[in-house]
């Protein structure tokens, strides 16, 4: 353990971001190499991610970008692979790729929308963290921190016909507990964060179109605001730093109080 003047300090270790290039993984990415690590920033939109790595060498921290869809195993140990050449290690993974399927109700949802949710949000995020697993155990050293989402734990009417998102998140809660107790003997920890209505691209596009929505989904939150992206990076720092080394398998709620109802 660190001494408190320097709990959170990430010098010299190794982040890897999926969905690093925009929304909630873009404002982790920079927050975690402000806090001292180096950062290779992955997204299926390479423009994105090199975007983000410009936005870190802005303030001189090694950063590289690389292009990975996370719902292909191949070139998920190709992103690893390329991380560990670049860097010779991974520290930290923050799992932040997600999508959102289209609206369905559940007599009319498609295959294909389902499928596309539960490759990106539930397989894409346990194969990322199998593939890092391999790296890490052999290190006895790791954080993965998994970006799950209040829409894994309940249902909110303000927000319906999404059963897979729900279904892939609420997964993702259960995966990273499953993945916290095997990997505890290793000394690497697998900790959730559940943010809701974080303004995002995600969550702009729909609301920009659609004011009326904004309000009714805003009403549900007690805080009666969206949050913002930065809101999560103390989160972030503090489960990919050593002060967090006994916390594992958690799920921490940030949601304005949206689950509080
Ligand atoms: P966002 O759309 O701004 O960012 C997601 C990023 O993931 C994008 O850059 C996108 O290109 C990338 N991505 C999408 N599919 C990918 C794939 N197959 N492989 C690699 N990258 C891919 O969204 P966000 O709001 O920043 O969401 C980040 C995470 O947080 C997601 O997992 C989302 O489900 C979760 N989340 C967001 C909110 C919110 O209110 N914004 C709430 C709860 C949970």
Request: glycine share 8%; hydrophobic share 40%.
């Amino acid at each position: 353990m660190r001494n408190s003047s320097n709990m959170f300090d990430l010098n010299g270790k190794i982040a890897l971001v999926t969905g690093g290039g925009s929304g909630l993984g873009q404002s982790n990415a920079i927050a975690l190499a402000k806090a001292g690590a180096s950062i290779m920033v992955t997204d299926i939109d390479f423009k994105k991610a090199e975007n983000t790595r410009k936005k870190i060498l802005e303030f001189s921290r090694n950063a590289y970008s690389f292009k990975c869809d996370i719902s292909s195993i191949h070139e998920i140990n190709d992103l690893v692979d390329e991380t560990i050449k670049r860097f010779g290690k991974i520290d930290i993974l923050l799992n932040s790729a997600g999508i959102t399927p289209d609206q369905e109700p559940i007599l009319e949802m498609r295959e294909d929308n389902w499928d596309k949710v539960m490759d990106v949000n539930l397989k894409g995020t346990f194969f990322t963290c199998q593939s890092v697993l391999k790296k890490m155990i052999l290190r006895e050293k790791g954080r993965i921190i998994n970006m799950a989402s209040a829409s894994g734990l309940v249902v909110n009417y303000q927000s319906p016909h999404i059963a897979p998102y729900c279904a892939s998140k609420a997964g993702v809660i259960l995966l990273t507990k499953a993945l916290a107790v095997e990997v505890a003997p290793y000394k690497i920890t697998v900790n959730a964060i559940s943010p809701a209505y974080m303004k995002t691209q995600m969550t702009d596009m729909k609301w920009e179109k659609d004011k009326e929505d904004y309000l009714k989904k805003i009403s549900m939150l007690p805080v009666g605001r969206a949050g913002m992206p930065e809101e999560l990076n103390g989160l972030v720092i503090y489960l990919a730093s050593d002060s967090s080394a006994f916390m594992t398998g958690s799920n921490i709620v940030i949601d304005g109080g949206l689950t509080c109802w």
